[in-house]
């Protein structure tokens, strides 16, 4: 993989006029098509390339509903709870107490999802799960020492969702969604 360091101020000014309106990463540009916010990416991307989305109604709807959990909850939130603990200017413990206790609950939501399912939208690993893992992975930013495994509804030693980065990758077919 070839890393390079980016200029964030001047690629989000760059954003702003040719690929994203909101001036905001990621946003990308595939065969002339510009694509913005991380998950209208991934369902592009999905979509375009035919994987990591399951088929048919009932695994489409599961999997439609855990990334939109992702994407208008554990996103924002995660962000929000982020920016009042490491990066606010003042030290308000009213907002930081909303997002991390919002966070807290979205977690064991998804804890009591994994207890029963092996992945979000059922036996098949989608772009639902990448979704999530991306907070997941940096988990400890919000939490600090209280480890993931402290969330109810583990099956096993390593919390739910805690394990999900380290399974194995997709099964091809779908067999239960929900
Ligand atoms: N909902 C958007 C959020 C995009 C967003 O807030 N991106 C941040 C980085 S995580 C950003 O561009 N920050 C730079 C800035 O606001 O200048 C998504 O998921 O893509």
Known sequence: ????????????????????????????????????????????LA?????????????????LSWLQFVA???????GQAIHFLHHAREDLPYAKNRYVKEIRRRYQV?????????????DEYTIADIAMWGWVASAGYIFGDEPL????????????????GGRKSARSQARACV
């Open 1 to 44: 993989m070839d890393v390079r360091h980016v200029d964030m101020a001047r690629t989000v000014r760059a954003l702003a006029t040719k690929i994203n309106p909101n001036a905001k990463v990621p946003a990308v540009v595939q065969d002339g098509i510009a694509v913005f916010d991380s998950h209208a990416i991934l369902l592009y």
């Open 72 to 78: 208008t909850g554990l996103s924002p939130f995660s």
């Open 149 to 164: 495994s402290a969330f109810p509804y583990r099956t096993d030693d390593e919390a739910n969702v805690s394990a999900v």
């Open 47 to 63: 979509e375009k390339h035919a994987g990591f989305i399951p088929r048919g109604n009932a695994c489409s709807a599961t999997m």
């Open 110 to 122: 998804l804890e009591s999802r994994l207890a029963k399912s092996e992945w979000l939208a059922g």
